[in-house]
C-alpha cells in the first residue's frame, strides 16, 4: 500500500514559522487533492487544509487561514505546509493524505502519512 512521508516537524517558539512536507515514491501526488490534518493531545483530528489536484486553490480551516500555506513542488512530488505565526494550540502531530476524488466531495484517501510533531512553546 502506497505510503506517504511526512517530515519537518520540531519545536519552535511561539510566532515562529516551520515547514513541514509530505512525501511520496509511488503516489503520484500531482493527480491528487492533498489534505492536511493535525491531531492535539486528547483532541480528535481535524483538517487544517484542503489543496486540489490543480494546485490553485486550497481550502484552509479558519485557524489556518493567514498562517498556514500550501505548496506542491511536483518534480520530487512532495508538498509542504509552511506555517507562520504559530501559536502553542498549534501544537499537533500534523499528518497528508493523497485524496482521490476532490475536496468537496466523494472523497477517497488514498495513503496517509504517519505524522510529524509540531511542538510550539517557549
Known amino acids: 500500500q502506497a505510503r506517504l512521508v511526512e517530515s519537518g516537524g520540531g519545536l519552535v517558539q511561539p510566532g515562529g514559522s516551520l515547514r513541514v512536507s509530505c512525501a511520496a515514491s509511488?503516489?503520484?501526488?500531482?493527480?491528487?487533492?492533498i489534505g492536511w490534518f493535525r491531531q492535539a493531545p486528547g483532541k480528535e483530528r481535524e483538517e487544517v487544509s484542503c489543496t486540489r489536484r490543480s494546485a490553485s486553490s486550497t481550502n484552509y480551516a479558519d485557524f489556518a487561514k493567514g498562517r498556514f500555506t500550501v505548496s506542491r513542488d511536483n518534480a520530487k512530488n512532495t508538498v509542504y505546509l509552511q506555517m507562520s505565526s504559530l501559536r502553542p494550540e498549534d501544537t499537533a502531530v500534523y499528518y497528508c493524505a493523497a485524496i482521490g476524488g476532490s475536496c468537496e466531495s466523494s472523497r477517497v484517501y488514498a495513503a496517509w502519512g504517519q505524522g510529524t510533531q509540531v511542538s510550539v512553546s517557549s
Open positions: 509511488e503516489l503520484p501526488l500531482a493527480y491528487y487533492a
